[in-house]
Structure formats: C-alpha cells, structure tokens
C-alpha cells in the first residue's frame, strides 16, 4: 500500500497501462467534466492506489504541466511531503483491515471546509471496501451533495462489497491489471532481469505491485514455498504441521489470500471431465468458504490466526487431499519448490 506521507517523487504520474484512462481523466478535467466521486476498481496490486494518488496531486497542483502535477509549486511541495492541508489519503489504521466510521466522519467534516488554497480538496480512501454498512451510510450524503471543488476518490479491489447506493454516485473506473509484457518491462527497471522479472510476475498471480514488494521485501523463497504449500500438502508431501509453519509469519488475510489463489490454480488446472469430480465438487465448496472467510477478515473479524490455519489445513488435507490423489489430481506440482 502507498504510504502518502513519506517523501513522495516530485511529480507523480500513474502506472504505464493506466496511460489510457490517464488521458480520459486529464480530458474530463479540463472540460471541467470530471465527477466528483470516483470509484477505482479492479485487482489488488495493480496500480489503483498510483493512479489515486496521481489523481489527486494533480488536483491540488497550481501549475499543471502535461497532464502532471508539476513538481515545484507550493502545493506540490506540500502533497509531495503529505501535509497538504486539502488533501486527505484514509487507509486502515495500523493493524486495522477497515476503514473506520470515526475515520469517515473525520473525512466529512474535512468535506464541508473551505479549501485552504481556495484551490480544490481531495480525499481517497483506500480500500474503500473494506468499510462496513454505518461507514458507507455516513459517506453517502457527502457523496450526494458534495462541495464545490471537491473530489472523492474511492479504491477498492473487491466491488461487490461497495453498495449500490454508493456505487451509483460514483464515476466507475474498471482498472485491469496489465499485460505480463507491460507488466515485465515496467518490473525490469527494477529487477535489471528479464527473466527474473517473469519469475515474479508469475508467483506473483500477474500482480506487478506484489512481483515488486517481494523483489525489494525480500522473502522470494518463502513466497514461493507457500505459492504451492496447498498443493504439496494435499499431495501428502508436506504434513499439516509443517503447511502451518509456512504461513507462521503471514498475516491471517495474506494467508487467506495464498491458499485461495493457490486453491483456484488447482482448479484451474483440471480438465472439463476433472471439473465434474467429486474432488473439484469439494474444492469449489472449500473455495467459497474460503471466498467467506476473506469477507469476514477484510469486513473486520479477527479469529485467532494460529487455530484458523490448523483448523483450515486439516479440513482440506482430510476433505480434499485423499479423494485427489485417488483421483490422481494432484502429484506434480510444486515438487520442484518443496
Ligand atoms: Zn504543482
């Protein structure tokens, strides 16, 4: 996640493979037709939040330049360092997954203001769907009438779980993640390698801001121990202990999110005639459980990681790991890993 309050580039500009709807937005802008709530939508670590933020410093710039903030105002000087007065970036709080209803009530009450520069005011919230049903409600009337000069900007990764009456205020930006030749040659101004950037991109499920984190986080090999952990375990290469002890470091909503995707590359592996099984009949059931569980942790519930995850293990090595390898489902992948 973007943390806006550290020293941000002087100009900031959205990702490549947004430039389209880059342009779109600059041209709204100055037509003077650009909404005032925007909904960012699309998959987790592809961008949104940059293009947000670009949005939002370009906004709040005295002397646009290319469709740009300019970098040397004193607006630009102040969002670069993220306390400018008439901007607001609302994310969980530390070890909070939502945004919570006093952050929203914070957020209009900085909406009926008059902006400081007399300029405009911005807010993003981001995830905005991580906040439940009251927060939602108290953000509506801010979205209905909004201020003269203000801009809202909301980024969320799941969609489905922002209601309709929010979604209707809002200009809707469906943003897809880009091209895996996109994606590698922005990730190869990083990684110098071509090759490695592909290694990334693809334990990285095509996220390029993900491949990015674990290139300069560090922690590439356990990544890529749990990226098939599911596998090996429902194989019977691994034990459920030693499944648990992979995630014994990632937070429950990573977790969650590993074995969903790693779950769902199983499936997708399997042929048509695979697809009818009983095993994938189980796996579908255990992915939309699994599908609940990510709703809950992202809406706030907070189950105890270290039971959840045996809880989880054992439920699938016992459902799903015998009826695959009879069935002869899994077997291959991920030896080379673990
Ligand atoms: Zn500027």
Redesign the pocket.
């Known amino acids: 996640m973007i943390d806006p309050l550290n020293d941000l580039p002087a100009v900031t500009s959205p990702l490549p493979w947004h430039a389209h709807q880059w342009g779109k937005l600059n041209d709204q802008l100055q037509d003077g037709q650009l909404p005032h709530a925007l909904l960012l939508d699309g998959v987790q670590y592809s961008g949104k939040s940059h293009l947000a933020l670009s949005l939002a410093?370009l906004l709040?710039?005295?002397?646009?330049?290319g469709g740009l903030?300019?970098?040397?105002?004193?607006?630009?000087e102040l969002s670069a360092r993220g306390n400018h007065g008439d901007f607001r970036w609302v994310q969980p709080e530390a070890k909070s997954r939502v945004i919570k209803i006093d952050q929203i009530r914070d957020v209009v009450r900085f909406s009926n203001m008059t902006a400081s520069f007399g300029l405009r005011k911005v807010m993003v919230l981001v995830p905005a769907d991580s906040m439940n049903v009251s927060a939602f409600n108290a953000l509506l009337k801010t979205l209905e009438e909004p201020a003269i000069g203000t801009y809202i900007i909301l980024v969320c990764h799941r969609m489905n779980n922002v209601p309709a009456t929010i979604r209707s205020r809002c200009q809707i930006l469906r943003l897809r993640a880009p091209s895996v030749i996109d994606a590698c040659q922005w990730l190869d101004k990083a990684t110098g390698s071509r090759q490695e950037s592909e290694k990334l991109l693809a334990m990285a499920e095509g996220r390029p801001l993900l491949a990015q984190q674990l290139f300069e986080g560090g922690g590439v090999e356990e990544f890529a121990a749990r990226n098939f952990g599911l596998q090996a375990l429902l194989a019977g290469r691994i034990t459920v202990p030693q499944a648990v002890a992979l995630w014994a470091d990632a937070d429950t909503a990573a977790f969650l999110d590993e074995i969903a995707v790693d779950l769902q590359r199983l499936l997708r592996s399997l042929s048509s005639e695979q697809l009818k099984s009983k095993p994938a009949r189980i796996a579908f059931g255990l992915s939309d459980e699994l599908a609940q569980l990510k709703g809950a942790v992202s809406a706030g519930a907070n189950p105890n990681k270290q039971l959840l995850l045996d809880a989880l293990l054992s439920k699938f090595s016992r459902e799903l790991g015998a009826v695959l390898l009879d069935g002869n489902i899994v077997g291959q992948r991920g030896e080379d890993v673990l």
Do not use: T
């Not at 709040?60 to 330049?65: D, K, R, S, V």
């Not at 970098?71 to 630009?76: I, L, P, S, V």
């Open positions: 410093r709040l710039c005295a002397q646009p330049e903030n300019c970098g040397r105002c004193h607006a630009c």
